[in-house]
């Protein structure tokens, strides 16, 4: 579509993607460009899930530790970056992996961009004051569609409806038909049993207590309006303060992981991904990625 070359690995969190694309990026020699919505940003690696330092090492990573906490990103400006960093690899013979489970991001990258307003700091603040089940009900009133389609639990994505519907005067639905996706991109979720995945996300959230998040958390001086979103953070900032006790804000946090996961699950469901296990996972990719390069050389 954009003649643009790369490959797609994504999933729900907790579902092994990192050392899936590591092993999948090593056997191919590629890199990886990253698609979370909360890794991109410096700090809070731990309560992010950041690769490790030794895999950063391992393979090279893109639009990972890219924007500093303070900075706002939605999906039209990861698209831009994504899009520009794919293009420079591509420049330099690299067909990279991006790998991810921000759909809204993914589906921006693959999508023609609208040309939406602006962000409105003063509106976003204004709006973010009201009770979510406030901002739903003006959502409803300004664009039924938007308002039919849209995450319900994600406050930002329905804080960023609202504020497009105000400053442009169209509905934010208008802004989203979509164009046709590029079939020479290889697309692939990775998926376990819900049980299992829920194991692992939990065992991911002890695993986070034991490695420091407090601490990082508590270290955070100032911090955007996308950023604060990260699962945990709110919660481990109502630990420092006193108002949760430890037990309770770890309970939370898997509580929503666990939420967040299937959410993930069932919007990817609905997307033209290939499911495979994580456990064929890479051996899947790996075919076609290389059955990808090949057709590339056979049409150059």
Not at 112 to 120: C, I, K, T
Request: glycine content about 6%.
């Amino acid at each position: 579509m954009h003649g643009l070359r790369y490959m797609v690995l994504a999933g729900p969190t907790g579902v092994g993607k990192t050392d899936v694309a590591i092993r999948i990026a090593q056997t191919v020699r590629t890199e990886i460009v990253g698609a979370d919505a909360f890794q991109i940003y410096q700090g809070l690696d731990i309560l992010s899930g950041k690769p490790t330092p030794s895999q950063l090492l391992d393979v090279r990573h893109h639009l990972i530790s890219a924007l500093p906490l303070t900075e706002s990103c939605d999906a039209h400006k990861y698209a831009i970056l994504a899009r520009q960093t794919i293009e420079r690899l591509n420049q330099d013979g690299i067909v990279p992996l991006v790998v991810g489970g921000t759909g809204f991001y993914l589906r921006a990258l693959e999508r023609s961009l609208p040309a939406l307003p602006a962000a409105d700091i003063p509106l976003r603040t204004k709006l973010d004051q009201l009770s979510t089940a406030e901002l739903l009900r003006e959502l409803v009133d300004r664009d039924t569609l938007a308002s039919t389609r849209i995450d319900r639990h994600n406050r930002r994505r329905i804080i960023r409806a609202l504020e497009v519907c105000i400053l442009s005067g169209e509905p934010f639905s208008s802004f989203l038909e979509e164009s046709a996706l590029d079939p020479g991109v290889p697309r692939l979720v990775l998926e376990r049993p819900r049980a299992i995945l829920f194991e692992r996300i939990d065992r991911r959230v002890d695993k986070m207590f034991e490695r420091g998040v407090i601490p990082e958390v508590a270290g955070v001086e100032a911090v955007g309006p996308t950023a604060s979103q990260a699962i945990g953070f709110t919660l481990i900032r109502s630990l420092l303060a006193g108002a949760i006790d430890a037990h309770s804000c770890k309970e939370a946090i898997q509580r929503q992981t666990r939420n967040y996961a299937k959410r993930q699950m069932t919007w990817f469901r609905h997307q033209p991904y290939e499911v495979v296990s994580a456990e064929a996972g890479v051996k899947r990719a790996i075919e076609l990625f290389q059955r990808q390069s090949l057709h590339r050389s056979r049409n150059l």
